[in-house]
């Protein structure tokens, strides 16, 4: 069994920085990539940032050079830490990996964490 934890939103004003943390748990091989998608009621899902295990990260054009994705490859686990936050950032986060497990090394699967809102004021 394969398992994502996030945590880290919550309420913040314009300008201020929230840090995301998502925990991937299980019987896993490998871990390809992980990142965050995020969905804004009335909102398309969109693609924020992912980060691959040789560290290569991509950013939607709406946070680069505001939010910045990091991993503790030991520990399963990536950041996301999310500075100069704007009311257009108000989404929920959903992290997401794409993880081999032990029991099948033959194929790669996406895995979602729960799900943790991010709401910034004006």
């Known amino acids: 069994q394969v398992q994502l934890v996030e945590s880290g939103g919550g309420l913040v004003q314009a300008g201020g920085s929230l840090r995301l943390s998502c925990v991937a748990s299980?019987?896993?091989?490998?871990?390809?990539?992980m990142g965050w998608y995020r969905q804004a009621p009335g909102k398309q899902r969109e693609l924020v940032t992912s980060?691959?295990?040789?560290?290569?990260?991509n950013y939607a054009d709406s946070v680069k050079g505001r939010f910045t994705i990091s991993r503790d490859n030991a520990k399963n686990t990536a950041f996301l830490q999310m500075n100069s936050l704007k009311p257009e950032d108000t989404a929920v986060y959903y992290c997401?990996?794409?993880?081999?497990?032990?029991?099948?090394?033959?194929?790669?699967?996406?895995?979602w964490g729960q799900g943790t809102p991010v709401t910034v004021s004006s």
């Open positions: 980060i691959t295990l040789s560290g290569s990260t």
């Open positions: 997401y990996a794409r993880i081999v497990r032990v029991a099948a090394i033959w194929e790669e699967n996406y895995y």
């Open positions: 299980g019987s896993i091989f490998s871990i390809r990539a």
